[in-house]
């Protein structure tokens, strides 16, 4: 039961790049959300996808584009790197349908864009 | 503006005694709220969640009490541990709609 998958587990940019960061999640769950982690702003919504072939904007979406093809999968794009961006990224899913019901987290995804 | 504020960036505390970790939210549409526990690069697990339906909730070594008036719950580990050091976030969900509102987050330290 692997839960709540990211990768890379690590990646370095160059200001410019592009990059996809892939989520997968084998619990069949709807919603899906990326949020990024930097240090003393707790994590931030960036995007997030109430189910499949949905997405929807976070607190923090500039810079970022996600798709939800598929119900297992949320990706999250970033389209010209900027050092602003180097972040701890991290995926979750839940299923909200469930009583007393909380989201299942990734490992993260260490991001430097130099 | 912070919906959920942690305003104690860091607690530390001897094993033991009692580590009281505290959350304040300004959203009166929050009904759902949760504690998740950060390792060093390791994805957030959760701790313990709390409905606003109810003031408290234990399991094991931690409670969870909601003071909805105050709009303001806190995280209550007895005894603390070493094993107990980590980051603490507090969250919370609106009602109809499940998108987690997270805090900044307490470093907590339990020292041997």
């Known amino acids: 039961n692997a839960g709540v998958t990211q990768t890379p587990k690590f990646r370095v940019l160059k200001t410019g790049q592009s990059m996809t960061l892939l989520c997968a999640q084998d619990?069949?769950?709807?919603?899906m959300y990326w949020y990024r982690q930097d240090p003393g702003m707790g994590l931030r919504l960036i995007h997030y996808?109430?189910?499949?072939?949905?997405?929807a904007k976070g607190e923090v979406p500039d810079g970022y584009n996600v798709s939800r093809l598929k119900k297992q999968n949320f990706l999250l794009g970033l389209e010209s790197a900027a050092p602003s961006q180097t972040s701890v990224y991290f995926c979750?899913?839940?299923?909200?349908?469930?009583?007393?019901?909380?989201?299942?987290f990734g490992q993260g995804t260490r991001l430097t864009v130099v | 503006d912070q919906q959920v504020k942690q305003n104690s960036p860091s607690l530390s505390v001897q094993e033991g005694r009692i580590s009281i970790l505290n959350c304040d939210y300004t959203?009166?549409?929050?009904?759902?709220f949760l504690w998740y526990k950060k390792y060093p690069a390791e994805g957030p697990t959760f701790l313990i969640s709390?409905?606003?339906?109810?003031d408290k909730n234990e399991d094991g070594r931690f409670t969870v009490f909601l003071n909805k008036s105050a709009k303001h719950l806190s995280l209550h580990i007895v005894p603390s541990q070493p094993g107990d050091s980590a980051v603490y976030f507090c969250?919370?969900?609106?009602?109809?709609?499940?998108?987690?509102?997270f805090g900044r987050g307490t470093s907590l330290i339990v020292h041997p």
């Open positions: 979750a899913s839940v299923n909200p349908d469930r009583v007393n019901t909380e989201a299942f």
């Open positions: 619990m069949n769950h709807e919603y």
């Open positions: 996808s109430v189910g499949e072939g949905t997405t």
């Open positions: 959203n009166s549409m929050f009904d759902y």
């Open positions: 709390i409905s606003s339906i109810k």
């Open positions: 969250a919370a969900v609106p009602g109809g709609s499940y998108i987690p509102t």
